[in-house]
């Protein structure tokens, strides 16, 4: 199966699950509430857990910690729910913080800001309100509920300040920070002060999204001096990304924030469990550009690559979702993703040998248009043939003999219309392999359900073999290609298939 179809099959298995997905975290949300020392009040929490935890199970989540929790919690929950119905997200924990209202006033100007001026009367709680989250707060949190330790912290305007302090001046408190339109203007640009001293101090892989609008808005909030800052200042092992929504305002965007804060911050760990990418290795000619394709959600946040044969740094090129690739020697492209979690991180390696285009035959004047040949047989020591025959349209090609296992070659030419890369993946067990000619491209190994290959080919006939051994239960085998200039893959068509009457 090609990975046009693997994907399309993903999408199928979630519809199918549905109905199971919809409830993705539970709810209504716990209410709790912990008293803090260092406040000296009763703070209120909305605990939301995923859906199915019961208490005393083994599972444990990321933490997201919401301020202005009161009204944060029923949107965030709402698109958190969508996320993880559509496999963007893992479950999570989320602890919305409600704001403290002594004698009904909102004290959200009080923690939330990180200095006192002289224009607000209540203001500068900020040091304090940090110092409940980091001493009171989290370990609370991680001790009552099912914490794996990794905290992410969602604020919007001046709960967008909040994060970027947070960021700075107590980075190993969170993993992710998401900041929603951030009232960076706070106390003539206190934080960016605090950012120009404090970046360079980041030693940790960090996650920083950043949202704002378009237009005035995005000088007034002052975040294009942020992103100034950040240009300069900011070190490889911040993972940041500023992102600007046009129409919207200042209270409307905090919807469009949540969805890309959230898929920013977690999509691709919860997508790492290897890394994807087309082709896997090849042949290629000296100087003559190929592309390569990354299927890992943001893959250029994560993913870094090297071509002389270092291992890759959060310095090296970002290995984006399509790569254009020039080499004038053999090379192994190392590839490496980078969590904040090292355990997270994976490695793999793609090798790709200078050489040339395979010499194509002029048509020989043995074959038939439309289709390819088969023979099955009992085992891969060709000793006792099954069933053999021309693959039609009615015929299963994996189940092409009656019987729960057997081997089976499909052998035949295609034809190429034009000269350029072709890129050819197979899927099925390990062990599956695709010649063309006598050349061996691919061999599947253990573990392994799909290997792709590129080669330059020129125009003309190649004689093509696919070998597999089918196994009831086992891996189905299928096959395709990627023509030169073509983004996607497809099926040979029968019209370029030949085989022997």
């Known amino acids: 199966m090609n990975r046009s179809h693997l994907i399309l099959l993903s999408a199928l298995l979630y519809v199918l699950q549905l109905p199971a997905l919809l409830n993705a975290q539970s709810g209504p949300p716990l209410q709790d509430s912990i008293f803090s020392s260092r406040l000296n009040e009763q703070r209120k929490l909305r605990i939301l857990l995923p859906e199915g935890y019961k208490p005393g199970s083994p599972g444990k989540y990321d933490v997201l910690y919401l301020l202005d929790g009161e009204w944060n919690s029923g949107l965030v ?11 963007f997200t893992p479950p999570i924990v989320i602890v919305g913080i409600e704001n403290s209202y002594p004698n009904n006033n909102n004290q959200r100007g009080r923690d939330l800001t990180p200095t006192a001026t002289p224009g607000s009367a209540s203001s500068g709680g900020g040091p304090a309100f940090l110092s409940f989250i980091k001493n009171e707060l989290v370990p609370y949190i991680n001790k009552t509920y099912p914490s794996n330790g990794s905290n992410i912290i969602f604020g919007h305007s001046l709960g967008g300040l909040f994060v970027l302090y947070a960021l700075f001046s107590e980075p190993q408190l969170f993993n992710a920070y998401v900041a929603a339109d951030p009232s960076i203007w706070w106390d003539n640009g206190f934080i960016l002060k605090l950012a120009n001293v404090k970046l360079k101090e980041l030693k940790e892989i960090k996650s920083l999204f950043m949202t704002g609008r378009t237009g005035r808005a995005y000088h007034e909030m002052k975040i294009d001096s942020m992103d100034m800052v950040l240009r300069s200042k900011a070190p490889a092992n911040l993972q940041w990304k500023t992102m600007l929504y046009p129409d919207e305002t200042h209270i409307s ?21 290897r890394i994807h990418l087309d082709p896997m290795g090849g042949i290629v000619l000296k100087n003559k550009p190929f592309s390569i394709s990354c299927y890992n959600v943001m893959s250029e946040k994560n993913i870094r690559y090297t071509t002389d044969g270092s291992s890759p740094q959060l310095s090296s090129a970002a290995f984006t979702s399509d790569n254009t690739v020039s080499l004038a020697a053999n090379s192994v492209l190392h590839i490496k993703s980078f969590f904040v979690n090292e355990a997270d991180d994976k490695m793999t390696t793609a090798d790709f040998a200078v050489g ?22 009992k085992d891969a020591g060709n000793t006792q043939k099954i069933s053999s025959g021309i693959i039609t349209p009615d015929k299963n090609i994996n189940q ?50 799909y290997q792709s290959f590129i080669i330059p080919l020129g125009k003309g006939f190649y004689p093509i073999r696919f070998e597999y051994m089918h196994q009831k239960g086992g891996a189905n085998f299928d096959f395709g290609y990627v023509v030169p200039g073509a983004t996607s893959d497809s099926s040979i068509p029968p019209s370029l298939m030949y085989y022997v009457p």
Request: glycine share 10%.
């Open 77 to 87: 929950l709402e698109v958190q729910t969508w996320l993880k119905q559509w496999g």
């Open 253 to 273: 965007q905090q919807y469009k924030s949540a969805y890309d804060g959230l898929k920013f911050s977690l999509a691709p760990l919860f997508r790492n469990d």
């Open 356 to 377: 040339k285009s395979l010499i194509p035959l002029a048509k020989p004047g043995n074959i038939t248009q439309g289709t390819l040949n088969y023979a099955c047989y």
């Open 400 to 449: 092409l003999a009656d019987a729960d296992s057997f081997f089976c070659r499909i052998s035949g030419y295609f034809e190429t219309t034009e000269a350029g890369y072709y890129t050819f993946e197979i899927s099925g067990g390990e062990g599956t392999k695709l010649y063309i000619g006598d050349k061996l491209l691919i061999d599947i190994p253990a573990k392994s359900y």
